[in-house]
């Protein structure tokens, strides 16, 4: 069965602190990672990984992936009040029916007090 | 980015009663969106895949007569929960799959909230 575990479960912080948001993951034929931010309705998409070691970068954000240890980290430079929100990691499988289906971990609850 | 939209937003019902909840993609064509449930404090649990002009795929322990799946065009996929019970009470939300756009990932509705009394 495929898992993902997402830590901590929840964190807070002051603005302008640093954060980094771990995700680790067992999944069958692995597609690709990807990370959500969710506040109070969907979550919105903030990166997609397929690759080790390639860092992508969204202003304050970052994220990374190792796929021979099978995790991702997301971090937070600098973070602000608007940071505050449940941050998801989902994976997701390839093959067959399986295309494109997402496994989500459990969120990181992240609050940035002013 | 693309777009995705539900409606509606939210839904208060009577137990018993059916509510229909719509999926939309308005800028892109989905062959593929999906389902999930996320009960409060938890995360989203993926409930069906809905393929455009096929049958729906329903994951394990999710009810497929009760959770009716219809993809009936490309821009279009709608979840309606019959019979409703409180314990049908969740957020329902939809993905629609923009393969092959940038990035080639999926994209989230709003959300629905749906209350069963």
């Known amino acids: 069965e495929d898992k993902v575990v997402q830590s901590p479960l929840s964190l807070v912080v002051h603005e302008g602190d640093t954060v980094t948001l771990n995700c680790s993951y067992e999944v069958t034929n692995f597609r690709s990672l990807l990370w959500y931010k969710q506040e109070k309705k969907a979550p919105t998409f903030l990166f997609m990984l397929t690759s080790s070691g390639i860092e992508k970068k969204s202003g304050r954000l970052s994220s990374i992936l190792d796929k021979k240890e099978l995790f991702s980290i997301l971090n937070i430079t600098a973070t602000q009040t608007g940071d505050s929100a449940i941050y998801l990691c989902?994976?997701?499988?390839?093959?067959?029916?399986?295309?494109?289906?997402?496994?989500f971990g459990q969120g990181t609850i992240l609050t940035v007090h002013p | 980015g693309a777009v995705v939209s539900q409606h509606p937003s939210w839904v208060i019902c009577k137990s018993g009663t059916s509510v229909k909840i719509e999926c939309r993609s308005l800028d892109f064509q989905a062959t593929t969106m999906f389902w999930y449930r996320q009960f409060p404090k938890q995360s989203l649990m993926l409930m069906a895949t809905?393929?455009?002009?096929?049958?729906?795929?329903?994951e394990q322990g999710v009810e497929k007569d009760k959770f009716l799946i219809n993809h009936a065009s490309l821009t279009l996929s709608t979840l309606t929960v019959t019979s409703a019970h409180p314990e049908d009470s969740s957020f329902y939300i939809c993905s629609a799959d923009e393969r092959g756009g940038i990035p080639d990932t999926q994209y989230f509705g709003p959300g629905t909230r749906l209350t069963v009394l």
């Open positions: 989902a994976v997701e499988r390839t093959g067959g029916t399986s295309y494109g289906k997402l496994t």
């Open positions: 809905s393929n455009e002009g096929s049958k729906a795929t329903y």
